[in-house]
């Protein structure tokens, strides 16, 4: 037996075998719980709700009664081959499964950007030799060890963040800590950036080398242990936002300062990255927003900075393997909207409106539709909250960098079709990619970083957009496409 000894059994309890090994599922649970338990994790999209068909089991022994859910997402012929869904699967007896999912735990390297606008060759004295760079993002954990000297990047690990069983987005992930499951969140990630480290030191020898480390504030809480049940209840404090220094296999580690509860330290990197508070007074103010599931945004220079974040979710990111990458999807929305296909208020005309629209090897829903449609209008006011509150006509701006996994191959002039940013703005736009990875890369590589940043940090001021009035009604009218 893989857990304990049969005295801490109940009677209640019930005997799953998975392959060669035995595991006990408690009264009540799913196999879904019991998968989360033993760590045995794989990438459910919905956190356990039944909500994705992600988490396919299949029954080769004891089999259950199919769950509505299971008639939702499987085929009559995957039902009658014992095929269910984990999350909704709760044997009453002894039984035997094998899981059909594999553990896609091999992220695309979507961590691109532009280094070559930024990096500055040569040796300096006062730099390490090299850094280990670390995004923690809520989807994706990015990592690169990139030579100081050269910016040459000598090698990249880029997974799915292994918490993503808990759910896709930082609701789900505070919640399962508040249900206690903090410390197996900490554990996965940990555990997750620990290899990839190690995965990187096989390629150096006896030379320096730091580790800096970004994420938003939620990624940081648990990474760093903290409780986020703070985060996920008003007035939505963070515990503890400052930088942080450690060891990580036994390197110098700093995890960068935060914002907020909604702006963290992947903005806060995102921010430095770009230079953005090194504009004199003359210089006009830049945007930059981040299209990860949180949406952050910051705008303006070295005189005033104003941040926030917007309820984007996952829209942009897809479901999945067999999913559209959000790059796609923003194109095709924007072409279904040329051929006539996607109306401007966000309706599939038939016979799409009910099967969704075949695309590639997938469908895009009406679902995917107004998932998007609501992502981005929920960038589209944010963008607008931020240019009056601050307040800047859209000539005050120079540049608008969308950055985030995607950002680098997203096409800007698809994306201000579908209004996700102003048209106004589209000119100035530029994909910029994982500016998180690339602040935390050079807060590594420059000592005098830190001073910089800390003063960052203390002149950005945040926004809550829900608090804004007028916040409603522009969001209502960012809607259509
Ligand atoms: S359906 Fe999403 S995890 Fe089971």
């Known amino acids: 037996m893989t857990e304990g000894t049969t005295s801490l059994y109940k009677e209640s309890d019930i005997q799953i075998r998975?392959?060669?090994?035995?595991?006990?599922?408690?009264?009540?649970?799913?196999?879904?719980?019991?998968?989360?338990?033993?760590?045995?994790?794989?990438?459910?999209?919905?956190?356990?709700?039944?909500?994705?068909?992600?988490?396919?089991?299949?029954?080769l022994q004891g089999i259950v009664y199919p769950s509505s859910a299971d008639r939702i997402f499987l085929t009559a012929e995957e039902i009658r081959r014992g095929v269910r869904l984990a999350c909704t699967a709760r044997p009453t007896g002894v039984c035997r499964i094998e899981l059909l999912l594999e553990e896609k735990k091999e992220s695309k390297i979507i961590s691109g950007y532009q280094l070559d606008e930024w990096k500055t060759k040569g040796e300096n004295e006062n730099w390490p030799k090299n850094v280990i760079a670390v995004d923690i993002g809520t989807t994706t954990l990015a990592m690169q060890l990139i030579d100081t000297s050269s910016g040459e990047i000598l090698a990249q690990f880029c997974r799915m963040n292994p918490q993503r069983s808990y759910g896709p987005d930082v609701i789900s992930r505070i919640e399962a800590d508040t249900r206690g499951e903090g410390e197996r969140l900490n554990r996965l990630i940990l555990r997750e950036v620990e290899a990839g480290i190690k995965e990187m030191l096989l390629q150096l020898q006896e030379q320096t080398v730091v580790i800096a480390i970004a994420g938003n504030t939620t990624m940081q809480h648990l990474f760093l242990g903290f409780s986020t049940r703070s985060l996920g209840e008003y007035p939505f404090q963070p515990l503890d936002l400052s930088k942080k220094e450690f060891e990580l296999c036994g390197i110098p580690t700093v995890f960068l300062p935060g914002i907020s509860a909604f702006v963290g330290a992947d903005i806060v990197a995102g921010i430095y990255a770009l230079r953005?508070?090194?504009?004199?007074?003359?210089?006009?103010?830049?945007?930059?927003?981040?299209?990860?599931?949180?949406?952050?945004?910051?705008?303006?220079?070295?005189?005033?900075?104003?941040?926030?974040a917007t309820a984007a979710?996952?829209?942009?990111?897809?479901?999945?393997?067999?999913?559209?990458?959000?790059?796609?999807?923003?194109?095709?929305?924007?072409?279904?909207?040329?051929?006539?296909?996607?109306?401007?208020?966000?309706?599939?005309?038939?016979?799409?409106?009910?099967?969704?629209?075949p695309y590639k090897n997938t469908v895009i829903t009406q679902e995917d539709v107004r998932a998007i449609q609501m992502a981005k209008a929920a960038i589209c006011a944010g963008i607008k909250i931020l240019m009056r509150e601050y307040p800047l006509r859209p000539d005050e701006i120079d540049q608008v960098y969308l950055a985030g996994g995607f950002g680098y191959y997203l096409d800007t002039q698809k994306a201000a079709r579908i209004g996700l940013i102003p048209d106004e703005l589209c000119e100035k736009s530029k994909a910029v990619g994982n500016t998180s990875l690339m602040g935390a890369y050079l807060y590594g590589r420059n000592p005098g970083a830190a001073t910089e940043v800390e003063a960052l940090v203390a002149l950005a001021e945040p926004i809550n957009l829900a608090e804004q009035p007028g916040f409603e009604q522009i969001y209502l009218e960012s809607l259509d496409f």
């Not at 989360?36 to 994790?41: D, P, S, W």
């Not at 996952?314 to 279904?336: M, V």
């Open 276 to 308: 953005m508070c090194q504009a004199s007074k003359e210089k006009k103010a830049t945007l930059l927003i981040d299209l990860g599931t949180n949406g952050e945004m910051a705008i303006g220079n070295g005189d005033k900075l104003l941040v926030c």
């Open 18 to 59: 998975i392959g060669e090994d035995s595991f006990i599922l408690h009264k009540g649970e799913s196999i879904f719980d019991l998968l989360l338990r033993q760590e045995r994790i794989f990438l459910s999209f919905c956190g356990g709700k039944g909500k994705c068909g992600r988490c396919r089991i299949r029954f």
């Open 313 to 357: 979710g996952p829209a942009f990111e897809g479901r999945g393997a067999d999913s559209l990458e959000g790059t796609d999807r923003i194109k095709l929305i924007a072409t279904l909207l040329e051929e006539g296909i996607l109306d401007a208020s966000g309706l599939l005309a038939d016979p799409y409106f009910e099967k969704g629209y």
